[in-house]
């Protein structure tokens, strides 16, 4: 493979959803002093994606019954299709119940 097929491209984002933005890697002040680090708008998002991640995890395991006392947010996403999926499979191979166990309709 020659040299020029190996040069990075612009990729399209996995999630048409987000916006992409520069990197800005340089020499910036943070709370440790100058550091080599990405921008703040960058780590800004990184954060906030990170948190939508945290929160529809934490939505999917609510749905699934794994956290004996969920405590429901304002911000809490409802749980993803593919979960939604496997809870129904769940009871369906207990057939169709959840004994009526748990707030969310926890499976154990």
Excluded: W
């Excluded at 910036?28 to 680090?37: C, F, L």
């Amino acid at each position: 493979m020659d040299r020029a097929s190996c040069t990075a491209t612009s990729t399209p984002p996995v999630d048409s959803t987000h916006e992409t933005f520069p990197l800005d890697h340089g020499f910036h002040e943070t709370d440790q002093g100058t550091r080599y680090t990405i921008g703040l708008l960058v780590r800004t998002e990184i954060i906030d994606r990170v948190r939508q991640l945290n929160h529809q995890a934490y939505a999917d395991e609510v749905h699934l019954g794994l956290h004996k006392k969920a405590t429901k947010h304002p911000d809490m996403p409802p749980p993803s299709a593919e979960v939604i999926k496997k809870r129904k499979e769940q009871l369906a191979a207990r057939g169709g119940s959840d004994f009526g166990e748990g707030a969310e309709g926890a499976l154990f």
